[in-house]
């Protein structure tokens, strides 16, 4: 167990639905990362967060968006979804988020599939 | 931007035997490499990772190398067990504070 939790852990929905996924960092860990992993896929970066604000940014589509809240839990939120955004997404959360050195921790994921 | 380079993307070994996978990297100024495991329905969990200022490092079973000259690390895994079955993922850090991953190797143990 990382000490990351993702909820909620499956999700079906329709296409043009939104969608929002939670993260909890483990405790003590200031910044969040989300990444998408398709099928045969490797894990593609999304975006992460630093205490509250955006540090960095990947291939993170115009339809999505991410935050980050005070008591430092994150929600990255998916909307007018398309049957190319099933995927597993996964959080994970380090320390600092300086990224040289830092070893990031994953939750366990969670399982979209839209209809 | 960094880029990372994984292969084999699918090796099968004999149970005893030793398992290798093999990354390279773009971007000389990564200084860090962990190593990922995945099984089936978890997440990834680190089993190893190593600093630009090493060139080996080892955890009972498990060892990685790096050569920074030629941009590329490596992942040992001795005396496979069935146990050892997932998908890795090497990565490394990136200029821009982003660890970028490759995409994978699933492995298998025969029995």
């Known amino acids: 167990d990382s000490g990351v939790t993702q909820t909620p852990k499956h999700l079906i929905t329709a296409t043009g639905q939104r969608v929002t996924l939670r993260c909890s960092p483990r405790?003590?860990?200031?910044?969040v990362y989300w990444y998408q992993q398709s099928l045969d896929q490797g894990l593609q970066f999304l975006i992460q967060?630093?205490?509250?604000?955006?540090?960095a940014k990947g291939n993170i589509l115009e339809r999505f968006s991410a935050q980050q809240f005070p008591d430092l839990h994150s929600e990255l939120n998916l909307s007018s979804l398309e049957l190319g955004d099933s995927a597993l997404y996964f959080c994970?959360?380090?320390?600092?988020?300086?990224?040289?050195?830092?070893?990031?921790?994953f939750g366990p994921g969670t399982r979209l599939l839209v209809l | 931007g960094e880029n990372v380079e994984q292969h084999p993307s699918t090796l099968s070994v004999q149970e005893g035997d030793s398992a290798v996978i093999k990354c390279t990297y773009s971007?000389?100024?990564?200084?860090?490499f962990p190593w990922y495991k995945q099984e089936l329905g978890k997440g990834p969990q680190l089993i190893i990772d190593?600093?630009?200022?090493?060139g080996e490092k080892k955890d009972q079973r498990i060892a990685v190398t790096l050569n920074k000259t030629a941009k590329h690390f490596s992942l040992h895994i001795t005396e496979t067990q069935p146990e050892d079955s997932a998908v890795y993922f090497c990565?490394?850090?990136?200029?821009?504070?982003?660890?970028?991953f490759g995409k994978g190797t699933r492995l298998h143990i025969l029995p």
């Open positions: 994970a959360s380090s320390v600092a988020g300086s990224g040289e050195g830092e070893t990031q921790y």
């Open positions: 405790s003590g860990d200031l910044s």
């Open positions: 967060y630093y205490n509250g604000e955006e540090r």
């Open positions: 971007d000389s100024a990564s200084n860090y």
């Open positions: 190593i600093r630009s200022n090493v």
């Open positions: 990565a490394a850090s990136s200029r821009d504070d982003k660890i970028i």
